[in-house]
Every structure is written in structure tokens, then in C-alpha cells.
């Protein structure tokens, strides 16, 4: 069984920083592309950055674009996602994900599996 478990959330004001890390138990990380998703009250879910299987390709949707990157460390079995000049609509609860099959998708049935969720605070 693949678990995936994100920590670095917190409280953060306006103009800040933050690093998500989400680290995977599998055997071979290498296998999957990762993505962090967000999801807010009453939205729904929203890819934010994917990552290819070696880490040479990203992909970020225009809406996060210049202010969040997504890395990974295969050697550490570990996926990042730096956010800079946070605003409080980036407030959230933000998730990692693996997927085996596709790499760029923003479609939430395309990932194998999930992590529990970290909360992000963004204040005025």
C-alpha cells in the first residue's frame, strides 16, 4: 500500500511563504508523477502543479504560475511544492498525489492515491 503524507502547512500572512513536502512510501517513487491539489470550502478540487516520474517536466496552471514551483527528490522519496507571495484566496487544505498512468492530468480520478491533507492559512 502507497501512503502519501504532507506536512509544512500552517498560518502565514499575506505576501509570505511556505514549503508543502509530501513524502510517499513506495517501494519505487520513480513510477509515479506526482501533483499537489488544493480544495477550499464549497470548491472543488484544483490541481496546482504536477511533476514527471524523473522530475525534468512540470506543468502549473495559469492561476499559480510564477509563484508556486513543484520539485521532487527521488532519493528521498519526496515531492515539494514552494508557494511565494501567498494571498488569502490561497487558503485551503492542499493534498499530494501519485498517479502510475498519466502525468499532466487535472482530473482527480487519474490519481492512485492521496494524502491526508495539510491546511494552509493565509491572513490579511
Known amino acids: 500500500q502507497v501512503q502519501l503524507v504532507e506536512s509544512g502547512g500552517g498560518l502565514v500572512q499575506a505576501g509570505g511563504s511556505l514549503r508543502l513536502s509530501c513524502v510517499v512510501s513506495a517501494r519505487t517513487f520513480s513510477v509515479y508523477a506526482m501533483a499537489w491539489f488544493r480544495q477550499a470550502p464549497g470548491k472543488e478540487r484544483e490541481m496546482l502543479a504536477a511533476?514527471?516520474?524523473?522530475?525534468?517536466?512540470?506543468y502549473y496552471p495559469d492561476s499559480v504560475k510564477g509563484r508556486f514551483t513543484i520539485s521532487r527528490d527521488n532519493a528521498k522519496n519526496t515531492v515539494y511544492l514552494q508557494m511565494n507571495t501567498l494571498e488569502p484566496g490561497d487558503t485551503a487544505v492542499y493534498y499530494c498525489a501519485a498517479t502510475a498512468v498519466v502525468t499532466f492530468s487535472p482530473a482527480v480520478e487519474k490519481y492512485d492515491y492521496w494524502g491526508q491533507g495539510t491546511q494552509v492559512t493565509v491572513s490579511d
Open positions: 511533476i514527471s516520474r524523473s522530475g525534468a517536466s512540470t
